[in-house]
């Protein structure tokens, strides 16, 4: 089945400590989208790619970056994590934009990120 | 920029009882109206959708959802709710790439 991907579902770090989370689509979808959501809270997105495109939100601190290598993988790097980045990280794709707006997203499982 | 209201955080009900979870949007020419349902520790996932058409949109699992625009509303209902119906629900409105979505509504089923 087609479907979006996140790796690790479950990550634990350290203050401080550089961290990757995965995602990879067999969709082939354009857009890849990176959102954080904290306990009880609306999914907040970060960034995303509109293939080689990369759109950041105005409000994502620079601690957040992420790279798309290809059309199937986005990564999601925090340079130094802290405290308050301790959320669940979920990873959604479209197929498109149509006349203006965004398709249906498709998100995958999350990664819970604890930060110790 | 639109944005989106679901005023009600918590909705608890019993078994078989009917539900409705409300939304509001900010107006706008046109709109993408979406419903995504949270299960604990999962990803979001799509429930049903407008984008254009007819103003009752159906999901395989008995919520509908009417797009009303003079009222700015996509609320979504079920007429008999299950225990596996508890969930978080989330209501979303495209603004050009990307999706708005509302503080959420968990709905708690009980027996």
């Known amino acids: 089945d087609a479907m979006v991907i996140q790796n690790p579902r479950y990550q634990v770090t350290q203050f401080g400590k550089p961290v990757t989370l995965s995602c990879s689509q067999t969709?082939?979808?354009?857009?890849m989208y990176w959102y954080q959501q904290k306990s009880s809270q609306a999914p907040k997105l970060l960034f995303h790619?509109?293939?080689?495109?990369?759109?950041n939100e105005a409000d994502t601190p620079d601690n957040f970056q992420s790279r798309r290598p290809n059309t199937s993988f986005c990564f999601l790097d925090i340079r130094s994590p802290g405290l308050g980045d301790a959320a669940m990280y979920l990873c959604?794709?479209?197929?498109?934009?149509?006349?203006?707006?965004?398709?249906?997203?498709?998100f995958g499982p999350g990664t819970r990120l604890t930060v110790l | 920029a639109q944005s989106v209201t679901q005023l009600d955080s918590q909705v608890p009900v019993f078994e078989e009882a009917p539900v409705e979870l409300r939304c509001n949007y900010s107006?706008?020419?046109?709109?993408?109206l979406f419903w995504y349902v949270q299960y604990p520790n999962q990803g979001l996932q799509l429930l049903l959708k407008?984008?254009?058409?007819?103003?009752l949109v159906e999901s395989i699992n008995g919520f509908e959802a009417e797009f009303n625009k003079s009222q700015t509303s996509f609320h979504l209902r079920k007429p008999s709710v299950h225990i596996s119906d508890t969930a978080e629900y989330f209501c979303?409105?495209?603004?050009?790439?990307?999706?708005?979505f509302g503080t959420g509504t968990r709905l708690q089923v009980f027996p």
């Open positions: 407008y984008l254009s058409g007819s103003t």
């Open positions: 959604a794709t479209s197929r498109d934009v149509l006349a203006g707006h965004t398709d249906t997203q498709y």
């Open positions: 790619y509109y293939d080689k495109d990369f759109n």
């Open positions: 969709l082939n979808h354009n857009v």
């Open positions: 979303a409105v495209s603004e050009t790439d990307k999706l708005i």
């Open positions: 107006s706008s020419v046109s709109v993408y």
